[in-house]
Nanobody, 127 residues
Framework: QAQLLESAGGWVQTGGSLRLSCAGS????????MGWFRQAPGKEREFVAA????????ITAASVKGRFTISRDSVKNTVDLQMNSLKPEDTGVYYC????????????????????WGQGTQVTVSS
C-alpha cells in the first residue's frame, strides 16, 4: 500500500514560520522526486517545491522563493518544507507528492508528473 502522510499544518500570523513534514511508505517510499503543492480557497492547485533525490536538486516556485526551503532525508524517506515569512496568500491546503520517475526540472512542477498524493494539511496565515 502506498501512502504519503503529512504532518499537521497550523495557524500562524503574518511573518511567522511553520514546518511541514511528509513521510512516504509502501510504494510511495524511496521515490525519485518528492515535493509539495498547495491549493488556496477558490483557486487552482499550484506547485510549491520539489526535491530530486538523484542529484539533490531542489526547485521552488517563484512565489515562495527565498521564504520556503525544501529538504529531503532519503534514509527516513521524508520531505520537509520550511516556511518562513509567511503571508496570508500562503494560506491553503498543502499536499505532499511523490513521483516514481526521475523527471527533468521543467516537469517537476507539473501535477501530472506525480503518482502519489497525500491527503493534504491546512495552513492558515492570518493578517
Amino acid at each position: 500500500q502506498a501512502q504519503l502522510l503529512e504532518s499537521a499544518g497550523g495557524w500562524v500570523q503574518t511573518g511567522g514560520s511553520l514546518r511541514l513534514s511528509c513521510a512516504g511508505s509502501g510504494r510511495a517510499s524511496n521515490l525519485p522526486i518528492m515535493g509539495w503543492f498547495r491549493q488556496a480557497p477558490g483557486k487552482e492547485r499550484e506547485f510549491v517545491a520539489a526535491f530530486r533525490r538523484s542529484d539533490r536538486k531542489p526547485i521552488t516556485a517563484a512565489s515562495v522563493k527565498g521564504r520556503f526551503t525544501i529538504s529531503r532525508d532519503s534514509v527516513k524517506n521524508t520531505v520537509d518544507l520550511q516556511m518562513n515569512s509567511l503571508k496570508p496568500e500562503d494560506t491553503g491546503v498543502y499536499y505532499c507528492v511523490a513521483s516514481s520517475r526521475n523527471y527533468i526540472v521543467s516537469a517537476m512542477s507539473q501535477e501530472q508528473s506525480y503518482d502519489y498524493w497525500g491527503q493534504g494539511t491546512q495552513v492558515t496565515v492570518s493578517s
